[in-house]
């Protein structure tokens, strides 16, 4: 009875949002085709909400080898991302995104994560922990791919379609605490992104997985040491990091290396 009535307001909020919203969007790049009932305004609008208010919670730091360093990388990998649409004369206006960057002097976490309005944000420990500037590239061309993929809205949309009818969109917003973790779906289109972003920005794509496995093989040492209920996993638990849903870690650094092998000798007379 609960499945029946739960899948009867999926099809019916679905055919309700689709009268108002343009239902799908195709992900620039991968060209996948994904659910988006989300207006870009309606969630630009609520991630800044979330956004200014996170930033008035934390430490931002401004040092030259934090900001200054992740700020020159974000603007490489911003060309990067122009030079692809520029190379598959395509239209890059309705991708062109105000990035702002951020870092966070949050000691206890390695994350870094980006919201719906091209708004990124680096923890200082992330920044160390990777080291090269080719890593931080990884972890920047991986944030942005995930804006520029609107995995948020997907994300929210998804909800919406079993949620919208059962509660008010306000109450999904709350409940969501709109730090939504993404699907492995979402990492691995992310991923790819960012090694053709990286690429192109003149990075070496190859660092993005030895800087995944680098982080993975430290969060198994962590664990193991590690309660379920400290403050560390308490602070994770709010926080969309990418730390925490990546279950193949192998395949990932595996399909990092074979894209980056592909993504080069593609577009080889460009970088
Ligand atoms: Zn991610």
Redesign the pocket.
């Known amino acids: 009875m609960f499945v029946k009535r739960r899948s009867f307001f999926k099809i019916f909020s679905t055919l309700i949002a689709g009268l108002f919203f343009p239902s799908c969007t195709t992900v620039p790049v991968t060209n996948r085709t994904q659910l988006n009932l989300v207006p870009d305004k309606w969630i630009r609008w609520i991630s800044d909400k979330y956004y200014y208010d996170y930033l008035d919670d934390n430490l931002i730091n401004h040092q030259e080898k934090y900001l200054g360093r992740v700020l020159k990388i974000g603007q490489r990998i911003e060309k990067g991302i122009e030079k692809y649409f520029e190379i598959e004369k395509l239209n890059f206006k309705k991708y062109r995104l105000d990035y702002e960057i951020n870092v966070v002097d949050d000691k206890r976490n390695l994350n870094a994560f980006a919201m719906a309005n091209a708004k990124i944000v680096f923890f200082r420990r992330i920044i160390d922990f990777a080291e090269t500037d080719d890593q931080i590239a990884a972890i920047m061309g991986?944030?942005m791919g995930?804006v520029l993929a609107k995995h948020m809205h997907e994300r929210i949309s998804h909800r919406l379609t079993w949620d919208i009818l059962t509660l008010g969109i306000a109450e999904i917003f709350a409940e969501l605490g709109f730090f939504l973790p993404?699907s492995r779906k979402?990492?691995s289109e992310?991923d790819y992104l960012g090694v053709v972003f990286m690429t192109l920005a003149g990075y070496e794509p190859t660092e993005a997985a030895m800087f995944w496995s680098k982080l993975d093989k430290y969060i198994k040492k962590v664990k193991k040491y590690k309660s379920k209920h400290d403050l560390l996993a308490r602070v994770k638990r709010n926080l969309p990091e990418?730390t925490s849903?990546h279950p193949f870690p192998e395949r990932r650094s595996k399909n990092i290396l074979k894209w980056s092998e592909e993504v080069k000798e593609k577009y080889k007379d460009y970088i």
Do not use: I, L, V
Request: glycine share 0%; hydrophobic share 35%.
């Open positions: 991986h944030e995930h993404w979402q990492e992310a990418f849903t």
